[in-house]
């Protein structure tokens, strides 16, 4: 079990750990400890800016539009839709960063991407993407910016990791604007894989359509993981 502290404080030890604080904190009604200004810097230099008691914060859509069942734009009040809400935990400004050496940190989950989402270039089945990625690790692979073997610990995401890169709002990509990304592959239907395989039908796995942002998984009788899918990598995350 993990164990989480937090306190308005300049510095405070939590399981052992120091940990600073460097913004002023607001307990909000519901009980969420919120950041005013910055957040708490964890010693792997990791920074909480928002937490929920007693358990783990769902992330905005991105969504802020609504439309009837006919497609039709109309006013989000008193509709109940994603967009009236606008309900979980806002996104930071700037959402990512740039690295510098080829890799993009997401500043609301802590992940760090390739800044190449097409590297390798092309697609490539289930198993394959599983292997290009471990040998990532290992291998002189190069993609854009980025030198071989700078980190050793890249892996394929899991499927909440790959979908939380999506803007509701947005399509062609579905990923939140401005964005540091390369090469993304935003056409419909360009699916990247995930690592998560479907337990009800374990010959496919989850996937990721970064054109509209949908989350599905290929058909799995007769083909499933042996799909040809594209590929991003990344690292980190708790």
């Not at 309900?87 to 802590?110: E, K, M």
């Not at 964005?179 to 690592?195: G, I």
């Not at 970064?210 to 007769?222: A, K, M, Q, R, Y």
Request: charged fraction near 15%.
């Amino acid at each position: 079990m993990k164990r989480m502290c937090f306190a308005a404080v300049v510095t405070l030890t939590c399981a052992g750990w120091a940990v600073q604080a460097v913004a002023q904190t607001a307990i909000s009604a519901d009980g969420r400890i919120e950041s005013t200004v910055g957040g708490f810097v964890f010693p792997d230099g990791t920074v909480q800016a928002t937490a929920a008691a007693g358990g783990a914060p769902v992330e905005d859509t991105g969504q802020t539009a609504c439309f009837d069942e006919n497609g039709a734009s109309r006013d989000c009040t008193g509709t109940g839709e994603d967009g009236e809400f606008q309900a979980g935990v806002a996104w930071p400004t700037p959402r990512f960063t740039d690295n510098g050496d080829g890799t993009v940190t997401d500043n609301l989950t802590g992940l760090i991407w390739l800044k190449d989402a097409n590297c390798p270039a092309g697609t490539k089945t289930w198993q394959q993407a599983l292997d290009w990625v471990a040998s990532l690790n290992t291998t002189s692979i190069g993609c854009t910016d980025y030198t071989p073997m700078t980190f050793t610990d890249w892996r394929l995401p899991n499927v909440n990791e790959l979908e939380s890169l999506t803007d509701h709002s947005a399509f062609e990509p579905a990923l939140p604007s401005p964005n540091p990304f390369v090469n993304v592959q935003s056409a419909e239907d360009s699916h990247y894989w995930s690592s998560s395989t479907v337990v009800p039908e374990p010959t496919g796995a989850w996937a990721v359509d970064l054109g509209t942002g949908e989350v599905g998984s290929p058909p799995s009788v007769g083909a499933g993981k042996a799909l040809l899918d594209f590929v991003w990598a990344v690292r980190g995350g708790q």
